[in-house]
DNA sequence: TTGTATGCGTTATCAG
DNA sequence: CTGATAACGCATACAA
């Protein structure tokens, strides 16, 4: 038997005894087909198990229906959440997703963008490996659209979705400030690092609002056994005798993880949370859990999938003339038992 | 400017003087070129910034060079390993990963399959969303090669690949026996759930090869807060006045976040772990973190990844006449502190 | 070794 | 409304 292969158009229109064209026309629905002829074809088609070659519509069309994805290969829960939410984006518009990893390192990340023109993917949606480098990846895209989600790397053209990062620091300050804070740390963040450096000054920024003072605790790691370090610098700098605490009244963590070390030191050593110093964290990192044990920004990643989606299709259907637009997202402050209700 | 297209090989083959064909043979390498024109189509294709279009490409081959995968929208730290690993394989043989999330409900998966062979890919992993509903989905693909990863249904043709259950049970019992067990309590498997049932049934299969009586407690829920309920009835019904235990020796829990429930009350209510009970778990929930609280079973997906692309590339090399192969991978017992040393 | 011509399966154009 | 036919871009059988 060598009819393995699937039925063609000219199959089912040999069948329906009509032209392809008619056939074409009665299955796509491009054009008018009379009743009989719509009858015919549609039951020829549904007889053979007819399915519609794409590869052939898309060569015929210049056009995929499909983007892609080009990703980090961080396994972290945020990024399969951005996996779903574009993947379930595209598929109310019937396109596919091809997905892609790169390494922080230029000729990969450039492969992945080739490989993708050369399939001809009608859109990219793309979160930049690294920040040197992905540049002139992007740039390689010419005339194919693309979307940045998560990091951002300047272009001239490409759209971008990110992360509200004031928005961000003013919510959580403004939460603690609320909550009687008048002296926040910062824990778990690298004064020697660029972004983490700005993340401070934008924490001390909404500070000075609030008339908060914000300063940083020295960098001890941004995971659990950096919290926990960190907390117990304070207890034995801060704590004297029993229940006297002269230290800051609220603590900004990193994440959760730097949170929950220092929570559980400065419990362990009866300093009262949220009671004399309340704790809050800047990235939820287990979205998935809901256990409010600490208060906590979850970043909006399902959120900036959809977006990044709604960017795409938008530039993929309105052609060249584009100027790059920068969506940015607000975080949601999700409260917990480690700030005062 | 019109020319926002990209090149086509005529292009090339025009600015390098040759016929298309001398083009496409210089480019792909599928027959000997002379040196001197092999050396101008490069040069023009270069200057040209030619990209070989996948897509014409793949309709006169009549292959694709893609794979699909379908998974179920479960956001865990499993399935994103699996995407990876898989997504990793694939590169190798350089080949694009399309991507599609199942419902657990019939039309939809079945859409996924008819979409992708609609796309011509050249093969399938699916990890079917549901037992029932995905058998005809799977035949659906007809000739073209499907791998089932993770679950597994029972069709004809398809390979599978999945943990090795009855490994995964013996493992965890002998490294109970071996430091001392002899009454072990299953703890988070429902007794009402098929899948369950044969895992308990597993363990005490094994439980009396090594003389190790193995029971199943009460059915409280396969989340941390089902741990914490079934410790506190153990401690309840079997911690006598202080220090006294007449309870299991060895709790198995279906995971880590049972067993997490569980440790917490034990300790808590002075029960010594691993001293008078050691715990452990059949599931490591978070594979990334590297904490050694909890003797646990890490379950393999990255190389059910790999093994998956491995038996499909495989198939689709051979063609049609195959038949079904399922392999089995044991997990990796990842000893902790809750057993003893 | 190189060139010419054909077909992969669809869709759009252009006549009827 | 319908049919014949010409692309889409590439790879190969056949001829030179």
């Not at 704790?279 to 970043?299: F, I, K, N, Q």
Request: aromatic content about 2%.
């Amino acid at each position: 038997m060598d009819t393995a292969d699937q039925p063609t158009l000219a199959d089912v229109a040999e069948r329906a005894g009509v032209s392809v064209a008619t056939a074409s026309r009665a299955l796509t629905g491009a054009r008018p087909v009379s009743d009989d002829l719509q009858r015919k074809v549609r039951e020829a088609s549904k007889s053979l198990g007819y399915r519609r070659n794409t590869v052939a519509s898309s060569l015929r069309l210049q056009r995929t229906e499909t983007v892609g994805l080009v990703l980090p290969r961080y396994t972290t829960t945020f990024l399969s959440a951005l996996i779903e939410s574009v993947s379930d984006g595209l598929e109310h518009h019937d396109m596919s997703l091809v997905l892609r990893y790169s390494e922080p390192d230029a000729v990969h990340d450039r492969e992945n963008i080739e490989s993708l023109i050369g399939r001809r993917v009608d859109g990219i949606i793309i979160c930049p490996p690294s920040l040197e480098v992905s540049r002139e990846s992007i740039e390689a895209a010419g005339a194919i659209p693309v979307v940045q989600v998560g990091r951002f790397v300047e272009t001239d053209r490409s759209d971008s979705v990110g992360l509200d990062e004031d928005r961000a620091t003013s919510m959580l300050v403004a939460h603690l400030a609320d909550r009687g804070a008048g002296r926040i740390l910062v824990v778990g963040l690298d004064a020697d690092a660029t972004a983490d450096v700005r993340r401070i000054r934008a924490l001390q920024a909404t500070g000075a609002l609030r008339g908060v003072s914000v300063s940083a605790a020295e960098f001890t790691g941004a995971v659990l056994d950096g919290g926990i370090r960190a907390a117990e610098r304070l207890v034995s700098e801060y704590a004297s005798g029993d229940d006297g605490w002269s230290g800051p009244d609220a603590l900004v963590c990193a994440n959760d993880d730097v949170a929950s070390g220092v929570l559980a030191v400065l419990r362990m050593r009866g300093v009262a949370v949220p009671g004399t110093v309340q704790v809050a964290s800047l990235l939820d990192l287990a979205p998935g859990r809901e256990d409010h044990s600490t208060t906590t920004l979850r970043h909006p990643w399902p959120e900036m999938g959809r977006e990044a989606v709604r960017l795409l299709i938008d530039a993929i259907g309105r052609g060249s003339d584009r100027v790059a637009r920068r969506v940015s997202l607000a975080p949601q402050l999700v409260p917990g038992s480690s700030t005062r209700p």
